[in-house]
T-cell receptor
Framework: EAGVTQSPTHLIKTRGQQVTLRCSPISGHTSVYWYQQALGLGLQFLLW???????NRGNFPPRFSGRQFPNYSSELNVNALELEDSALYLC????????????FGPGTRLTVL | GENVEQHPSTLSVQEGDSAVIKCTYSDSASNYFPWYKQELGKRPQLIIDIRSNVGEKKDQRIAVTLNKTAKHFSLHITETQPEDSAVYFC???????????FGKGNQVVVIP
């Protein structure tokens, strides 16, 4: 069974630009979670999608947004990039909104110059 | 509250010794507590989890204990090996939804 996949693996952008990150959950999983892992700060929750709907949002500005598609894959969009957005962005999936266990993808390393 | 705190932030142990990492949480409605291991440059991997209806769970060399009254849970690694060197994250579910709040991580170094 394939695990959670993310693309791209690495990305370099400049301040003010916009970026889109992609995530495909484990087959059969309907929930997708996005986290930001900046150096030394652990995993900060960004967004949770289930069945195409945004279920919860972390303490991040509105320039962080996303969506979930009918096939349960998801995109994370970040507008007006700032230097402090440089981080590893991790996606996780779980079987459904009532199941807690989350399985992580390999992440996308975003560098903002 | 959503706070999950891990102690200590760094732990060095001799190969073969035991390692213990403790986490505390603040949300009394938390009922699910997973532990993840993240090796350098790799994704966090679930290594063990516990739900609030049990006090202890073991899987070979690793175990997790939960004290709901005190709101803390601990990861125990016995007979540590060099491949146990990694960052370990604890997490607690947040009451009322499927979110997890993560601790900041604990760097475990096993010295051969």
């Amino acid at each position: 069974e394939a695990g959670v996949t993310q693309s791209p693996t690495h990305l370099i952008k400049t301040r003010g630009q916009q970026v889109t990150l992609r995530c495909s959950p484990i087959s059969g999983h309907t929930s997708v979670y996005w986290y930001q892992q900046a150096l030394g700060l652990g995993l900060q929750f960004l967004l949770w999608y289930d069945e195409g709907e945004e279920r919860n949002r972390g303490n991040f500005p509105p320039r962080f947004s996303g969506r979930q598609f009918p096939n349960y894959s998801s995109e994370l969009n970040v507008n007006a990039l700032e230097l402090e957005d440089s981080a590893l962005y991790l996606c996780a999936s779980s079987p459904g909104s009532h199941t807690d266990t989350q399985y992580f993808g390999p992440g996308t390393r975003l560098t903002v110059l | 509250g959503e706070n999950v705190e891990q102690h200590p932030s760094t732990l060095s142990v001799q190969e073969g010794d035991s390692a213990v990492i403790k986490c505390t949480y603040s949300d009394s409605a938390s009922n699910y507590f997973p532990w993840y291991k993240q090796e350098l440059g790799k994704r966090p991997q679930l290594i063990i989890d516990i739900r609030s209806n049990v006090g202890e769970k073991k899987d070979q060399r690793i175990a997790v204990t939960l004290n709901k009254t005190a709101k803390h849970f601990s990861l125990h690694i016995t007979e540590t090996q060099p491949e146990d060197s990694a960052v370990y994250f604890c997490a607690a579910s947040l009451g009322g939804n499927n979110r997890l709040a993560f601790g900041k991580g604990n760097q475990v170094v096993v010295i051969p």
